[in-house]
Antibody, heavy 115, light 112 residues
Framework: QVQLKESGPGLVQPSETLSLTCTVS????????VNWVRQPPGKGLEWMGT???????DYNSALKSRLRISRDTSKSQVFLRMSSLQTEDTAIYLC?????????WGQGVMVTVSS | DIVMTQGALPNPVPSGESASITCQSS???????????LNWYLQRPGQSPQVLIY???TRVPGVSDRFSGSGSGTDFTLKISRVEAEDVGVYYC?????????FGSGTKLEIK
């Protein structure tokens, strides 16, 4: 069955770089795109970016200068790398498959930006 | 960016009653292919979102037929018939016509 699972550090220092991994199973990254979405505590959803099935990417312009999404198809992994983190980047980070809508989601990983 | 504006519900909604959630987009989501690029999601407490409706009115297989989506190019409604305890959570609309894909701020449903 289709599954996505995020992993990465729970605590990041201000101004540091966040690196997260989304490991997928049950589908191929060469057939489906994957999105990163984040949700600050108690708040709504923000789309961050998409890596398409052909490996091309699109980013939220509000984050574009700090954000990079890449993948390793042989490992079925999608990576998020975001630089210059600030406290307002504290959020749950989720990956979601792009099918008919965002049809499968990971459980999310809580990232706290704090010294 | 396309702004998605969601309405509130008169919570709590009595069990068995209907609830309608509204969503308005700042730009028409109707594309030249005839499809309207609007999704609806439910995020239950402590869970990740799940898609309920895509292309404004197509229900995801396995989703209860108590959920239905309708609308025009800019005004949309998610109707929940005969609300049940399992429907509790926050509902989001999302446009995926153009980047950035934007979500509404969410509408909370509570059941009485």
């Amino acid at each position: 069955q289709v599954q996505l699972k995020e992993s990465g550090p729970g605590l990041v220092q201000p101004s540091e770089t966040l690196s997260l991994t989304c490991t997928v199973s049950g589908f191929s990254l060469t057939r489906y795109g994957v999105n990163w979405v984040r949700q600050p505590p108690g708040k709504g959803l923000e789309w961050m970016g998409t890596i398409w099935n052909d490996g091309s990417t699109d980013y939220n312009s509000a984050l574009k200068s700090r954000l990079r999404i890449s993948r390793d198809t042989s490992k079925s992994q999608v990576f998020l790398r975001m630089s210059s983190l600030q406290t307002e980047d504290t959020a749950i980070y989720l990956c979601a498959r792009l099918g008919t809508g965002f049809d499968y989601w990971g459980q999310g990983v809580m990232v706290t930006v704090s010294s | 960016d396309i702004v998605m504006t969601q309405g509130a519900l008169p919570n709590p909604v009595p069990s068995g009653e209907s609830a309608s959630i509204t969503c308005q987009s700042s730009k028409s989501l109707l594309f030249s292919d005839g499809k309207t690029y609007l999704n609806w999601y439910l995020q239950r407490p402590g869970q990740s979102p799940q898609v309920l409706i895509y292309w404004m009115s197509t229900r995801v297989p396995g989703v209860s037929d108590r959920f239905s989506g309708s609308g025009s190019g800019t005004d949309f409604t998610l109707k929940i018939s005969r609300v049940e305890a399992e429907d509790v959570g926050v509902y989001y609309c999302q446009q995926f016509l153009e980047f950035p894909f934007t979500f509404g701020s969410g509408t909370k449903l509570e059941i009485k």
